[in-house]
């Protein structure tokens, strides 16, 4: 084979090898999936629940912000309680030890805000956190520092208010809602997060 040739072939291969980025359409997939919980999650609900392995889930009528997240991955066909639990068990020292935990624990750790903070950053993107709207973009993945101390985490939306900055669906004490909150909190991330096998809108498993 000449060099020419086998130089090209090397580089398709390289290229095909890289991970796509994520794009504007599975963002909006994304943005789809975490809407069509508003009206249906409607109560905040943050106790402790034994849950299914995979695809444990708690009433889809409660549930706390990171659960906006979870039901809109699952949407799209990825299980983030089954890609947490995998991704700490094989990497626990990376994780955050903030709950006392010798082990990992598949009923609550993916619905924790640091752990996933920690999740998308090993296995998607972490972005600067700044305060400018056009930073962000449909179906990014932001965490806050609420008043009280507690972290919150919220999606994207692919609408904005009139100023330009972008509305974010999350669930912060009255179920799920689409609402003017991305500069409200103190921001703390900003992550995006879509993996090869997410699956489009509308696809079916």
Same mark, same amino acid.
């Given at each position: 084979?000449?060099?020419?040739?086998?130089?090209?072939?090397?580089?398709?291969?390289?290229?095909?090898?890289?991970?796509?980025?994520?794009?504007?359409?599975?963002?909006?997939?994304?943005?789809?999936?975490?809407?069509?919980?508003?009206?249906?999650?409607?109560?905040? @609900?943050?106790?402790?629940? /034994? =849950? *299914?392995?995979?695809?444990?889930? +708690?009433?889809?009528?409660?549930?706390?912000? &990171?659960?906006?997240?979870?039901?809109?991955?699952?949407?799209?066909?990825?299980?983030?309680?089954?890609?947490?639990?995998?991704?700490?068990?094989?990497?626990?020292?990376?994780?955050?030890?903030?709950?006392?935990?010798?082990?990992?624990?598949?009923?609550?750790?993916?619905?924790?805000?640091?752990?996933?903070?920690?999740?998308?950053?090993?296995?998607?993107?972490?972005?600067?956190?700044?305060?400018?709207?056009?930073?962000?973009?449909?179906? @990014?993945?932001?965490?806050? /520092? =609420? *008043?009280?101390?507690?972290?919150? +985490?919220?999606?994207?939306?692919?609408?904005? &208010?009139?100023?330009?900055?972008?509305?974010?669906?999350?669930?912060?004490?009255?179920?799920?809602?689409?609402?003017?909150?991305?500069?409200?909190?103190?921001?703390?991330?900003?992550?995006?997060?879509?993996?090869?096998?997410?699956?489009?809108?509308?696809?079916?498993?």
């Amino acid at each position: 084979m000449g060099s020419k040739k086998l130089f090209a072939k090397v580089s398709l291969t390289i290229l095909l090898a890289v991970p796509l980025p994520a794009t504007a359409d599975s963002g909006r997939c994304l943005v789809e999936a975490a809407r069509k919980q508003i009206g249906v999650t409607v109560l905040y @609900d943050s106790g402790y629940r /034994r =849950l *299914p392995y995979p695809n444990g889930d +708690v009433p889809q009528d409660r549930g706390v912000c &990171t659960d906006v997240l979870i039901r809109a991955y699952r949407q799209l066909g990825v299980d983030l309680q089954v890609r947490v639990h995998e991704d700490m068990s094989a990497a626990w020292r990376a994780y955050p030890k903030n709950w006392g935990l010798s082990r990992p624990d598949s009923n609550i750790d993916h619905r924790r805000v640091p752990n996933l903070g920690t999740f998308f950053t090993r296995k998607g993107k972490a972005l600067p956190v700044t305060r400018n709207a056009k930073d962000f973009a449909p179906g @990014d993945l932001v965490t806050w /520092r =609420l *008043p009280s101390g507690v972290p919150h +985490v919220g999606i994207v939306s692919d609408r904005k &208010t009139a100023s330009g900055v972008p509305l974010v669906i999350h669930n912060i004490g009255q179920g799920t809602q689409e609402e003017d909150a991305l500069f409200v909190f103190t921001l703390t991330g900003h992550y995006r997060y879509a993996p090869e096998d997410l699956r489009p809108c509308g696809r079916s498993r």
